[in-house]
C-alpha cells in the first residue's frame, strides 16, 4: 500500500478524483491512506474534497478516515463542515469511538467553539491521557485558564496520571500563551503530582522557556540554578530567556559561562538564539552570534543562514538580509519566505518584488506566506496594480487559496480602495473565519461604511461565527467614522454581556474616538478618568485630537500633560499640541513645544502621498523637487489652483499653523503632498480614470475641500487614504461627508 501511495499522483479535482475515487472503491486505495497523505503535504482543502466526494459515490468511510476529515475541517477553521462530519459519525454509529471523539473536540477547539468542544468532552463514554489533554489545550488555547487548571485537578483526582511529556506539552502551551499564573500552578502540579523531586532536564527546560517567555527571568534562572544536571538545550533556553528579556548583558555572561564549562553551543542553540534576536529586534547581539558563528567554524546550514535572515529583516538590516540570501547556494521555501518577509516589515515593495520574480525565474515553489506576504505590502503602500498582479499569478498557477489567503486579499483590496473587489472575495469564499469577517468588517468601517458593517456583522452572527476582540475593535471604528454614536454605545456595552469579551484599553480608545468626534468631549473625559485599566497613549490622544477638532481649549493642557507624560518623544503628539496652540494664536507656546522636540531630537513625521502608476510606486513630500516630472507637476498645480479660483474657491490657511503671511500660507499649501501625487496623477492618467493616492497623516481641511472642487472640475474619482479612513471624492463631494 505505501508504494501505491508513493507513486501515485498528486491529487487535483479536476484530473484523478474520478481515477481515485475509483481506485477506492475496487479496494486498491484506502481513503484513510490519501487523507492522511494530503494532511503530510498540507492540502487540507483536497482532504475535505476527497471526502466529500467519496461519500457522495457511496465509498466507506470508517472510524480511521473521520479524524484525518476532523483535522482538515480544524486546519481551515472550517466549522460548518466539521459539524456536519460529526452528525455524520453520529447516524455511523461511532458515538462511543475514542479517537473520533478526541479528534471532535480538537476540530472545535480550533473552530473557536469551546463550548461544542465542552459538550463532546462531556458525553464522552470513556476518556484517555488524550481526552484530557485536549480538553486542557482547548481552554488555555481560548485564555479560559482557570478552567485549564481546575481541569487538571479533576484529571489528577479522577486517577488519570499523565506522562511527564504531557505535562511538559501544557507547559508549552501556558508558555506560548503567556500566562504565569496557570504555568506556576503547572509547575506545582508537575512537582506534587509527577515527578515527586526535582523536574528532569527536559520539564526544567521547558519551565525555564515558559517562564522567560511570562517576563519572570528569575524564575527562569532559579530553575536553571536548581537543575543538578544540564544540557545545551537547558543552557540556550536560559540564554534565550535573557535575550527575550532584552537583558543582553547576563545573556552574554551566560553564554560565556556555558563556554567554560566545556558544553558546546550546536546548531539548535544558534538557530534559537538568533530567531529570539530578530523578535526583539536586538541587532548587536544578532550580529554578535553571527560574528561567533563564523569564527568558530561553524557549517552555515539553510536553516541557520534563514533564521540570520530573518533576524536582519526584523532588525530592519535589509542590506545584510539580502546579502546574506544572495550567497546561499540553494534556497529553499523558508529562505525565500524569510527575504520576503523582511522587505515587507520594512515596506520595501520593489525590493520584495524583485524576489518575486527570482522566483519566478527559478521555478521555485511559491508557497501562501510568500504570497501573504507580498499582498499585505501592497495593501500597506496601496499598490492596488501590484496586489492585482499577485492575485492574478495566485490565478494562473491554479494555487486554490486558502482561508488566510483570500483574507490578505479581501484586506488588500479594502485597504487600495477596491472595497467592491474586497466584498466580491468575501462573498465568494467557500470557508470564512473570524479573520476573515474581521477584515471585510475593517475594511467597510476604513471605507466609513458603518451601517454595511452593522448589517455584516449581523450576518456574522446568524452563521454562527463567533466575533473576538478585533471584531468590535472594527465594529467601534465603523460606528466612529460615520458618526453612528448611540450604535457604537451599544456595540461597547454588548461584548462583555452578550460575547463574554471584556473590553481592552484599545477598545476604549476607539470609544474615545468615538464621542471625541461626535464632539462629546466630556463624556469622553469622564470615560478616560473611569476606565478599569490604565489609559494608554492612545486613548489619551484620541482625545487631544478630539480637543483639536472641536477646539476645547478646557481640556488641553491636562490632556497634553497625560500624552507628553507617557511618550515625550513621539512626534505626531508634539506637533499636535503645537498645532493646537496655534489655533490658539499662542505662538510662545508654539515656540516652546518646537524647542522641547529640538532638545530631546524629536523629529517631525513628514507628510508623505503615494501613487501607483504602471506598478511604480511614486512618493511625494511637501517641497521635494527630486521627482523626474516636477516641472509638468508645477504647471499642473498652477492650472489647478487657477481653476479652483475660477469657481470661487478661497483657500483655508486656518490648516497652516505657522506664524507667517497669508500669502506664505497660500503658497505652503498649493504644495502638500496630496497636491502634488494628485497633480501627478492627473498628468499621467487618461481622463475619467479613478486616481488613487495614499497619505500617511490626516488629509488637512484645504486639501480635503479643494479635492472635493477638482473631482468635479477634472471629472474624476479621486480615491485618498489617509491615516485614518478613505475618502472618496467624486462630483464635487466626499464620501466622509465632511466627517472625519
Not at 468532552?121 to 481526552?131: A, G, N, Q
Not at 481546575?150 to 479522577?158: I, P
Not at 473611569?530 to 487631544?544: D, H, Q, R, S, T
Not at 531630537?601 to 507628510?607: D, E
Request: contains cysteine; proline residues 3%; hydrophobic residues 45%.
Amino acid at each position: 500500500m505505501t508504494a501505491v501511495l508513493s507513486q501515485a499522483p498528486p491529487f487535483r479535482p479536476n484530473g484523478s478524483l474520478h481515477e481515485h475515487l475509483a481506485r477506492m472503491l475496487r479496494g486498491q486505495l484506502h481513503l484513510n491512506s490519501l487523507l492522511t497523505s494530503y494532511l503530510k503535504n498540507n492540502q487540507p482543502h483536497l482532504a475535505l474534497n476527497l471526502y466529500a466526494h467519496a461519500r457522495r459515490t457511496g465509498a466507506f468511510v470508517d472510524n480511521f478516515a473521520l479524524p484525518s476529515v476532523l483535522k482538515a475541517c480544524a486546519q481551515l477553521s472550517s466549522l460548518k463542515q466539521g459539524m456536519e462530519v460529526h452528525g455524520f459519525s453520529l447516524k455511523a454509529g461511532f458515538d462511543k469511538d475514542i479517537f473520533v471523539y478526541n479528534a471532535l473536540m480538537h476540530m472545535y477547539s480550533e473552530c473557536g467553539s469551546l463550548g461544542c468542544a465542552e459538550t463532546v468532552f462531556d458525553e464522552m463514554p470513556e476518556r484517555d491521557v488524550v481526552s484530557w489533554s485536549t480538553m486542557i489545550r482547548s481552554y488555555a488555547r481560548c485564555r479560559f485558564f482557570d478552567d485549564a487548571v481546575d481541569l487538571v485537578e479533576v484529571m489528577l483526582v479522577s486517577g488519570v496520571k499523565p506522562s511527564e511529556i504531557a505535562m511538559i506539552n501544557i507547559i508549552n502551551l501556558f508558555a506560548d500563551m503567556r500566562d504565569v499564573r496557570a504555568g506556576r500552578a503547572m509547575h506545582a502540579c508537575l512537582l506534587k503530582n509527577v515527578v515527586r523531586e526535582l523536574p528532569g532536564v527536559n520539564a526544567s527546560s521547558a519551565l525555564i522557556d515558559m517562564y522567560a517567555k511570562c517576563g519572570r527571568v528569575k524564575a527562569a534562572r532559579e530553575v536553571f540554578d536548581q537543575m543538578i544536571e544540564r544540557t545545551t538545550a537547558s543552557w540556550t533556553a536560559m540564554i534565550a530567556g535573557y535575550i527575550r528579556s532584552e537583558k543582553l548583558g547576563d545573556a552574554m555572561e551566560l553564554f560565556r559561562k556555558m563556554l567554560d564549562e566545556k558544553f558546546c553551543p550546536n546548531e539548535i542553540t544558534m538557530l534559537s538564539l538568533v530567531l529570539e534576536c530578530g523578535l526583539i529586534g536586538t541587532l548587536k547581539m544578532g550580529k554578535w552570534l553571527h560574528g561567533y558563528v563564523l569564527r568558530n567554524g561553524f557549517v552555515v546550514s539553510n536553516s541557520l543562514a534563514t533564521a540570520l535572515i530573518d533576524m536582519y529583516g526584523k532588525c530592519g538590516d535589509t542590506r545584510s538580509a539580502r546579502t546574506l540570501f544572495d550567497r546561499m547556494n540553494e534556497r529553499d521555501t523558508m529562505s525565500w519566505i524569510a527575504i520576503i518577509s523582511g522587505y515587507t516589515q520594512a515596506g520595501l515593495l520593489d525590493q520584495a518584488f524583485d524576489i518575486l520574480h527570482q522566483i519566478k525565474e527559478t521555478r521555485a515553489k511559491l508557497n501562501e506566506v510568500i504570497l501573504v506576504n507580498l499582498i499585505s505590502l501592497c495593501a500597506e503602500n496601496g499598490a492596488l496594480d501590484r496586489g492585482k498582479l499577485v492575485h492574478a499569478y495566485i490565478l494562473k498557477l491554479g494555487i486554490v487559496p486558502g482561508v488566510v489567503l483570500v483574507t490578505a486579499l479581501v484586506d488588500m483590496y479594502a485597504k487600495c480602495g477596491e472595497i467592491d473587489g474586497a466584498h466580491v472575495l468575501f462573498t465568494e469564499a467557500a470557508d470564512r473565519d473570524v479573520c476573515m469577517w474581521n477584515a471585510m468588517l475593517s475594511g467597510l468601517a476604513m471605507h466609513g461604511h458603518g451601517n454595511e458593517a452593522i448589517e455584516l456583522f449581523s450576518q456574522m452572527q446568524e452563521e454562527g461565527v463567533l466575533p473576538n476582540d478585533v471584531t468590535f475593535i472594527a465594529l467601534l471604528h465603523a460606528c466612529s467614522h460615520s458618526g453612528l454614536v448611540e450604535k457604537g454605545k451599544g456595540f461597547f456595552n454588548r461584548m462583555e454581556r452578550e460575547f463574554g469579551l471584556v473590553p481592552k484599553v484599545e477598545h476604549y480608545g476607539c470609544m474615545v474616538d468615538l464621542l471625541g468626534r461626535a464632539g462629546q468631549l466630556n463624556e469622553a473625559y469622564e470615560m478616560v478618568l473611569k476606565m478599569p485599566v490604565e489609559p494608554n497613549i492612545v486613548v489619551w490622544g484620541a482625545l487631544l485630537s478630539a480637543c483639536k477638532i472641536h477646539k476645547n481649549p478646557r481640556l488641553v493642557d491636562e490632556v497634553s500633560r497625560e500624552v507628553l507624560k507617557l511618550d515625550p518623544s513621539n512626534s505626531g503628539y508634539n506637533v499636535l499640541l503645537s498645532n493646537i496652540y496655534a489655533i490658539q494664536n499662542k505662538w510662545n507656546d508654539v515656540a516652546e513645544v518646537r524647542k522641547a522636540m529640538k532638545d530631546t531630537r524629536v523629529k517631525k513625521t513628514p507628510g508623505l502621498s503615494l501613487i501607483e502608476l504602471n506598478g511604480l510606486v511614486h512618493e511625494f513630500v511637501m517641497g521635494d523637487d527630486s521627482h523626474p516630472q516636477i516641472k509638468d507637476i508645477w504647471e499642473m498645480l498652477a492650472e489647478m489652483q487657477k481653476k479652483l479660483k475660477q469657481v470661487g474657491y478661497m483657500v483655508d490657511t486656518s490648516a497652516v499653523l505657522l506664524n507667517i503671511t497669508e500669502e506664505e500660507k497660500e503658497t505652503s499649501l498649493a504644495y502638500h503632498s496630496e497636491k502634488l501625487a494628485l497633480a501627478f496623477g492627473l498628468i499621467n492618467t487618461a481622463p475619467g480614470t479613478p486616481i488613487r493616492i495614499v497619505k500617511n497623516l490626516r488629509v488637512c481641511d484645504d486639501c480635503h475641500a479643494a479635492t472635493k472642487l477638482l473631482s468635479k472640475i477634472y471629472d474624476r474619482v479621486i480615491i485618498m487614504r489617509d491615516r485614518n479612513r478613505f475618502h472618496h471624492f467624486s462630483d464635487g463631494t466626499c464620501s466622509c461627508q465632511d466627517y472625519w
